[in-house]
C-alpha cells in the first residue's frame, strides 16, 4: 500500500511563514504590552491648548484641567509630577473626578494636590471617588469600555467624603448640582456642575438655566461627557464644557484612534479640544455653527489599577489658557 502523501516543498514553505509571521506578530503584542505597561504610563505630559471663549478686551485666563489620577499608595512619580504642576500658577485648577483606586489612597490624593489647593479651584467627583475598581478583563475596558458600576455596587467603600471635605476646606469649590461664580483675575465666571454621569448620579434639573447675562463666561464641568449633559450645558448657554472619564482611549491604535470613549461620545472627541453644539452627537461630520461652544475633555493622569497601561495615549493634564474671542 502507498504510504501517506508527503507535504509539498510550497505547503511547508507557507506553513512556515505562518509560523514564523504567528511568532513576530506575538512578539509584537509582548513588545507592545511591555512598552504601555512599564514605560508609556509614567510619560506624564503637560498639554498647552488656547480657547477663544472670552469677551473682547478680557485678560488671558489660565486653567489647569486636571482628571482621573486614579492613584494608589506608592506611586511616587504620579505624585511628584502632579504636584510639581503648581510651579505653572494657573489662575484655576479644574479637577473633574476619578482621583482614587484605592481604600487607603486619600493621603496620597491631598499629597499630590497640595501645593495645587492653595490655588483657586474646583472640582466634581467620578466613579473613582466612590467605588474602588475590582478585578475584570482588562481588555473589557479598552474593547467596549464595560462598566463595573452600574447595578453592581451599593456601598461606598472609598473616602469620598472626607476628600471632599479636605478640598472644600482648602478652599476649592464642589460644584456637585451647584451653580457657582467666581471672579478670576478680573474675569467673571459661572460654573456649573453635576455628580457622575456614567452612574447616572447627574441631575442637571438642579442646576438647570440660562446661563448668567452678566457672566463673562459660563463654564459646565462634569466627570462624564455623555451628550444629555453636553447638550444640556451647551443648551443653557454655557461657553465652554470640561469633562474627564475617557483616558482618551487609554490604548489607541495609530492611525485609527481610540477603541472606546467608555460612554456615548464619538471616538472623535475622545480628548483635547472640540466644539459642541445641541445635537451634536446626531450630526457626526457636519461643520460647527459659529455659535458653538467649546468642549475639552482630558485624557487623564492615571489608569485603574487593575488595567495599568496606555498605549499611542500618554497620561496628560492641560494647561488652557481662555482668550478673548476674536
Known amino acids: ?78 505624585r511628584r509630577w502632579v504636584h510639581d504642576l503648581a510651579a505653572l500658577e494657573p489662575d484655576l485648577v479644574v479637577n473633574t473626578g476619578d482621583n482614587m483606586s484605592h481604600p487607603d489612597a486619600l493621603p496620597w490624593v491631598l499629597e499630590t494636590f497640595a501645593a ?50 479636605a478640598f472644600t476646606e482648602a478652599g476649592w469649590r464642589d460644584l456637585t448640582h451647584v451653580r457657582e461664580r467666581m471672579v478670576i483675575e478680573g ?11 456614567h452612574l447616572d448620579l447627574d441631575e442637571y434639573e438642579l442646576v438647570a438655566g440660562p446661563a448668567a447675562p452678566d ?4 463654564i459646565g464641568v462634569t466627570h462624564a461627557p455623555y451628550q444629555r449633559l453636553l447638550d444640556s450645558f451647551v443648551g443653557d448657554g454655557a461657553g465652554l464644557v470640561l469633562a474627564g472619564h475617557t483616558h482618551g482611549g487609554q490604548v489607541t491604535v495609530p492611525g485609527y484612534g481610540a477603541l472606546t470613549t467608555n460612554c456615548d461620545l464619538d471616538r472623535r472627541r475622545v480628548k483635547g479640544a472640540s466644539r459642541w453644539w445641541v445635537g451634536a452627537g446626531e450630526q457626526l461630520g457636519s461643520p460647527a455653527p459659529d455659535d458653538a461652544a467649546w468642549l475639552h475633555v482630558s485624557a487623564g493622569l492615571g489608569h485603574s489599577r487593575m488595567a495599568p497601561y496606555r498605549f499611542a495615549c500618554r497620561p496628560e493634564a492641560t494647561l488652557l489658557t481662555l482668550v478673548p474671542e476674536a
Open 1 to 78: 500500500m502507498p504510504g501517506p502523501a508527503r507535504p509539498s516543498a510550497d505547503s511547508t514553505a507557507l506553513a512556515r511563514r505562518a509560523a514564523t509571521g504567528l511568532g513576530l506578530a506575538g512578539l509584537a503584542g509582548v513588545a507592545c504590552f511591555g512598552w504601555g505597561t512599564l514605560v508609556e504610563r509614567h510619560l506624564y505630559t503637560l498639554r498647552r491648548v488656547e480657547l477663544p471663549v472670552l469677551p473682547a478686551g478680557a485678560l488671558p485666563l489660565r486653567v489647569l484641567h486636571v482628571s482621573d489620577l486614579h492613584i494608589v499608595p506608592g506611586q511616587e512619580r504620579r
Open 187 to 197: 474675569v467673571d465666571l459661572e460654573l456649573v456642575g453635576t455628580d457622575d454621569a
Open 215 to 218: 457672566a463673562d463666561l459660563t
Open 116 to 165: 495645587l489647593m492653595e490655588l483657586p479651584g474646583v472640582f466634581v467627583r467620578g466613579s473613582n471617588d466612590y467605588y474602588s475598581p475590582r478585578f475584570r478583563n482588562p481588555l473589557g475596558y479598552v474593547i467596549d469600555g464595560r462598566s463595573q458600576y452600574k447595578g453592581e455596587r451599593t456601598v461606598r467603600d472609598l473616602p469620598w467624603q472626607e476628600m471632599t471635605d
